[in-house]
C-alpha cells in the first residue's frame, strides 16, 4: 500500500513538473512565433494606468525590467497585469522619479513581487508615497542603485540600455525622471518619463536620442515635447499614457498638432488600453500590427 501511494506521489510530481516546462516553452514559443520571429524578441507593454505610467520590458534573454508602478490606486493593476504576463520577479525595478503617479503603486509591486534591484533617479522628495517606497526597498533588502549619465545596464548583451538624464538637486522632479535609450540592433525606444523643456534641451545636445519610439513625456503636457526634441528624436511612432477625464488637459492640443504635423503615429493608452510593442531589432510591431520604420 505504501509503495502504491509511493508510485502515485512520484507520477503526480513528474505530472505537474512536465506541464510546468511544457506550458513556459508555449509561452516563451508563443513570444516568438506570432510574429514569425526567429530570435526571441523585445517586448515592451506600456500599462494603462489611468493618470501615471507604468511599463514592462521582458528582454530577448528574458530577464524583466519594471519601469514605475502608476499611482496607489493602481499598484494592484500592475501586479495583475504582470501576472497575466507570467512574470514573477523583476530582475530590474526603475524609478523614474519620484511623483506618486509614479512610485505611488510600487510599495504594493514589491510586497506581491520579488524585486531584485532597483534603479533610482536619485531625486529626493518629502512625501510620505516616497518614504515608503524607499522603507519597503529597505526592508527587503533591495539593492538600490542610483542613475547616473551615460550608465549602461547590462542585463541582456543583445540589448543596450543607456541612461540618458537622472536627477539631481537642482532639477525638479520631473526634469529628475530617468530617460533611457533602448537599442535592440536597428531598432530605439526612448523612455522619458516626465521630463519637460528644460530636460529636454539637456538631452538634445547628445548625438544619440533619435529612436523610432518615443514615450512622449510627461503624458503630453504643453511644457514638454517641443519640436525641438521631436526633430532630435525624429520618431516614428509616439506612446502616450495619459487618463481620459485627467484634470490637466493632457495631451495638450499643441503637443497633438505637432505630432499630427510631422506626421508620428500615435498610440495612446486611453484609446487602446496597455499597448504592446515587440521587436526583433529589425522589424517592429505595435499591438502586433507591423509598423514601418524606414518608409
Given at each position: 500500500m505504501k509503495k502504491n501511494r509511493r508510485l502515485y506521489s512520484l507520477i503526480?510530481?513528474?505530472?505537474i513538473f512536465f506541464t510546468t516546462i511544457f506550458s513556459n516553452k508555449l509561452t516563451i514559443e508563443a513570444r516568438t512565433t506570432n510574429y514569425g520571429y526567429i530570435t526571441h524578441p523585445l517586448l515592451v507593454y506600456f500599462f494603462d494606468v489611468g493618470?501615471?505610467?507604468?511599463?514592462?520590458?521582458?528582454l530577448p534573454n528574458g530577464k524583466t525590467v519594471l519601469i514605475d508602478g502608476g499611482d496607489v490606486e493602481h499598484g494592484g493593476v500592475v501586479i495583475k497585469k504582470l501576472k497575466?504576463?507570467?512574470i514573477s520577479e523583476v530582475d530590474l525595478l526603475v524609478s523614474s522619479h519620484p511623483d506618486i503617479d509614479h512610485i505611488g503603486g510600487l510599495l504594493k509591486v514589491m510586497n506581491r513581487v520579488k524585486v531584485k534591484n532597483i534603479l533610482d533617479s536619485g531625486k529626493k522628495y518629502n512625501s510620505h508615497s516616497y518614504y515608503l517606497y524607499k522603507k519597503e526597498a529597505y526592508q527587503k533588502n533591495i539593492p538600490i542603485r542610483i542613475a547616473k549619465l551615460n550608465d549602461k545596464i547590462e542585463l541582456d548583451p543583445n540589448v543596450e540600455i543607456t541612461v540618458l538624464n537622472s536627477g539631481k538637486k537642482s532639477y525638479s522632479n520631473n526634469n529628475s525622471s530617468i530617460v533611457l535609450k533602448v537599442k535592440y540592433d536597428d531598432i530605439s525606444i526612448l523612455l522619458t518619463g516626465d521630463i519637460e523643456r528644460k530636460a529636454e534641451e539637456r538631452l538634445i545636445k547628445h548625438d544619440n536620442?533619435?529612436?523610432?519610439?518615443?514615450?512622449?513625456?510627461?503624458?503630453?503636457?504643453?511644457t514638454s515635447t517641443?519640436?525641438?526634441?521631436?526633430?532630435?528624436?525624429?520618431?516614428?511612432?509616439?506612446?502616450l499614457s495619459y487618463d481620459r477625464f485627467n484634470l490637466f488637459g493632457h495631451p495638450h492640443r499643441s503637443v497633438m498638432k505637432r505630432?499630427?504635423?510631422?506626421?508620428?503615429?500615435?498610440?495612446?493608452?486611453v484609446e487602446y488600453g496597455d499597448i504592446e510593442l515587440s521587436t526583433n531589432g529589425?522589424?517592429?510591431?505595435?499591438?502586433?500590427k507591423e509598423v514601418l520604420v524606414n518608409p
Open positions: 503526480i510530481f513528474f505530472f493618470q501615471g505610467d507604468s511599463m514592462v520590458m521582458i497575466k504576463l507570467h536620442i533619435d529612436a523610432q519610439v518615443l514615450k512622449i513625456p510627461h503624458h503630453g503636457s504643453s517641443s519640436e525641438a526634441f521631436l526633430f532630435a528624436v525624429n520618431p516614428v511612432v509616439a506612446i505630432l499630427n504635423h510631422l506626421g508620428i503615429q500615435q498610440f495612446s493608452t529589425q522589424k517592429l510591431y505595435i499591438e502586433k
